[in-house]
């Protein structure tokens, strides 16, 4: 059985950082794409950023464009844990932040790590 567990979401104040990380279990998730989703209250649950492994030791990373420059996705050398750097957090930014795991589509999803930033 796949499983995601994200950890490190909180509370922070506009222009502040948070880390989030997801480790995945269930699976090998070398050939994974692992990436982060959010869904703000009354709102739809958006891309945020992704990485695919495209060679050894290296990765692709992809973002949403209202994160790029503020956001950083790293994939870890167990190749089963993402990590999301968010600097410069915005109170838009607010949002439950969701670690997604699959091959060609987002299969699995975690549960959901809230952040919220105050203004």
């Known amino acids: 059985q796949v499983q995601l567990v994200e950890s490190g979401g909180g509370l922070v104040q506009a222009g502040g950082s948070l880390r989030l990380s997801c480790a995945g279990s269930g699976s090998t998730f070398s050939t994974y794409a692992m990436g982060w989703f959010r869904q703000a209250p009354g709102k739809e649950r958006e891309f945020v950023a992704g990485t695919r492994w495209s060679g050894r030791n290296s990765s692709y990373a992809d973002y949403a464009d209202f994160v790029k420059g503020r956001f950083t996705i790293a994939r870890g050398l167990a190749k089963n844990t993402v990590y999301l750097q968010m600097n410069k957090l915005k109170p838009e930014d607010t949002a439950v932040y969701y670690c997604?795991?699959?091959?060609?589509?987002?299969?699995?999803w975690g549960q959901g790590t809230q952040v919220t930033v105050s203004s």
């Open positions: 997604a795991a699959g091959g060609y589509e987002y299969k699995y």
